[in-house]
């Protein structure tokens, strides 16, 4: 991927001078982090809305993006602190633009895997979930999909000067299109084309559901552990949307209703016809307003998409609609005292959904921090050797034939000690649920080492985001599902 020396240099100002420095990036909720992301957000309103609305704080400024695809826009920004680097992909809602609309509007769902043509010199490949039966949004498929051609090259630029930490924010139909573009950027890390240290940290803002349930499974796996957030206002109608349709078709394919016609054909004659009378009653309303849906969200809106994007071709749908609200949701209530404050009122429908009403909310929100609990502790406390490294050049036993790294947590004290295959290391590590961090100012010994044992070992600690153990004999060390090392319990 080229790199854009424009970017390059405004992230090199505002990261440090060497590429490892300590990443500040953190799992959870975060309070004040959501807050300043709000602040960012708000600045695609016009001139009286962004003069009205609390200034960010730790953040410049330093890139709009043109307009592209329906009426789609992002802007850059980078942290004020040089010790801290990160930067801010900031994903612009529903303008009162009719294309922007119609991006809304257009509400098939398409695989969550496979291509979008999206003129005739321009085809874009994509995968967001494993699960074949994973579908999303096709209107806010294709806002991402025009929005990555100039996001990517701008992540990769300030990659190159020492920012590895993203943060992903996006309000009303900016929160749909994150949860997307969260996803197809974590399938990038996954397939080696963004590098594995990077971290990503997502907040869904007053975001309507992004696809359906095997999309949601997929998506929540892949964040776990505190990287990803959808926050909602109690009082909002926009998160309830789209409108879902549940059929037969979109339950797991061991369930109860599998065999339902064969069992109904086995029963005697007055039974069987009274039984076939209400499951037909119960699922053929469902299966035709599905129908329905796509044609008229799906078939017909499509012609109206192609108008204004010359050269795009719809995309085959996917027979579903059921759409389901994704990721670790956190509720800002809207309490007696918010509602004398942002009354009910039908003639104005977003009197919830703005960014005022979410920044009252969430001022008043009183959210637990997050701390190792007991079972973390029991589990984790004690001695792990490497069994696995992930290195793309040479086998395990090669990266270290004569001592395996091992890692001992101590989290009474919140740190880990061990060795790297060669030289002792000592140093905190955070873990929060099931995330974990190293720091990456380990102490260490300055022996020798030949090969490249060491540092592919030294990368997967910093390039950690998550762990999960299995019998709680092994220790698997993730980047956001993709795996690291595996250690075994001494």
């Known amino acids: 991927m080229r790199h854009l020396p424009i970017f390059s240099l ?30 960012i957000s708000a600045n695609f309103g016009d001139s009286s809305y962004v003069a009205a609305f609390p200034k960010p704080e730790r953040f410049d400024f330093v890139y709009r993006s043109p307009v592209v695809g329906l009426d789609n826009r992002w802007d850059l920004w980078v942290s004020k602190n040089k010790m ?27 695989p969550a895997k496979g ?10 490949l994509y995968k967001l979930a494993e699960h074949p039966a994973a579908a999303v949004h096709v209107g806010w498929l294709v806002s991402t999909a025009f929005l990555v051609k100039d ?30 573009l969260t996803a197809y950027l974590h399938h990038l890390q996954q397939n080696g084309q963004l590098p594995a240290d990077l971290r990503l940290k997502t907040y869904c803002s007053a975001g309507p559901k992004p696809g359906n349930l095997y999309f949601a499974y997929d998506y929540e796996a892949a964040t776990q552990g505190g990287w990803a957030f959808n926050v909602v206002n109690s ?25 339902a016609k064969g069992i109904i054909k086995k029963q005697k004659l007055p039974k069987r016809v009274a039984m076939k009378y209400v499951y037909n009653r119960l699922s053929k309303p469902s299966r035709r307003a599905q129908k329905n849906y796509q044609k008229y969200l799906g078939t017909m809106t499509a012609d109206l998409v192609s108008k204004n994007l010359s050269g795009y071709v719809p995309s085959m ?19 007696e005292e918010y509602m004398k404050e942002y009354p009910d009122n039908p003639e104005k429908i977003f009197v919830h959904h703005f960014h005022p009403p979410y920044l009252a909310l969430t001022q008043k929100l009183n959210y ?16 792990w050797e490497a069994t696995f490294v992930s290195s793309s050049s040479e086998e395990f036993e090669a990266l270290y034939p004569n001592k395996k790294p091992t890692l ?20 905190p590590v955070e873990i929060q649920g099931n995330s974990i961090q190293f720091s990456s100012q380990m102490a260490m010994t300055r022996m020798f080492c030949p090969g490249a044992g060491e540092t592919i070992f030294l990368k997967a600690l910093a390039a950690a985001t998550t762990f999960s153990l299995e019998n709680q004999n092994t220790l698997h060390v993730k980047n956001n599902g993709l795996l690291l090392m595996s250690l075994r319990r001494k």
Request: glycine letters at 6%; a negative charge; one cysteine or more.
């Open 10 to 39: 405004l992230c090199s100002l505002l990261a440090t001078s060497s590429l490892l420095s300590a990443q500040s990036l953190r799992p959870g909720f975060d309070k004040n982090e959501y807050l300043e992301m709000l602040k």
């Open 84 to 110: 801290q680097p990160q930067a801010v992909l900031s994903l612009r809602g529903t303008t009162a633009n009719s294309v922007s609309w119609l991006g809304n509007f257009y509400a098939a769902m398409v």
């Open 115 to 124: 291509e979008l043509t999206l003129s005739k010199t321009d085809t874009f």
């Open 151 to 180: 996001i990517w090259p701008k992540i990769d630029s300030c990659y190159a000067t020492g920012t590895k930490d993203f943060l992903i924010m996006g309000h009303s139909q900016g929160g749909a299109i994150a949860y997307l």
């Open 235 to 259: 009082a909002d109608w926009v998160p309830e949307v789209p409108m879902s349709i549940q059929t037969l078709e979109d339950f797991n394919v061991t369930n109860p209703f599998v065999n």
């Open 317 to 335: 749908y996917y027979n579903s609609n059921n759409y389901v609200r994704t990721g670790t949701t956190v509720v800002l209530l809207a309490d």
């Open 368 to 383: 637990p921090e997050n701390s190792v609990d007991a079972m973390t502790e029991n589990a984790l406390s004690g001695t």
């Open 408 to 427: 001992t947590f101590d989290l009474s004290t919140n740190r880990v000690s061990g060795n790297s295959g060669c030289n002792s290391l000592n140093g």
